[in-house]
Nanobody, 123 residues
């Protein structure tokens, strides 16, 4: 089982990036999915989550209105559209599968962490 996140890169402030997280080896279409990020020297933090059907989403206050999470269950893939990027969005972004009933913004609720993709936003 593997989750692979890609789509990161370098972008100027105000720009956009779209991250993808593809799962292989197992069908996660009945699981919630989430995105987290970890900036240098900081703890990993919640960014966004989406329910298994895609009907419910939640975002960290810091990205609300700028980021959009979505999923394509036919492709076993989750996306994170990031607009109006700020330098403080610079981090390694990780995707994961929610496997426990803990809060949807809690690290311990998730497993199958992907390897992460680096997003760098310059001012």
């Amino acid at each position: 089982v593997q989750l692979q996140a890609f789509g990161g890169g370098w972008v100027q402030a105000g720009g956009s990036l779209r991250l993808s997280c593809a799962a292989s080896g197992r069908d996660f279409n009945t699981y919630g999915r989430g995105w987290f990020r970890q900036a240098p020297g900081k703890e990993r933090e919640f960014v966004a989550r989406i329910s298994w059907s895609g009907s419910s989403t939640n975002y960290a206050d810091s990205v609300k209105g700028r980021f959009t999470i979505s999923r394509d269950n036919a492709k076993n893939t989750v996306y994170l559209q990031m607009n109006s990027l700020k330098p403080e969005d610079t981090a390694v972004y990780y995707c994961a599968v929610r496997t426990r009933p803990s809060g949807w913004d809690k690290l311990e609720a998730y497993d199958y962490w992907g390897q992460g993709t680096l997003v760098t936003v310059s001012s």
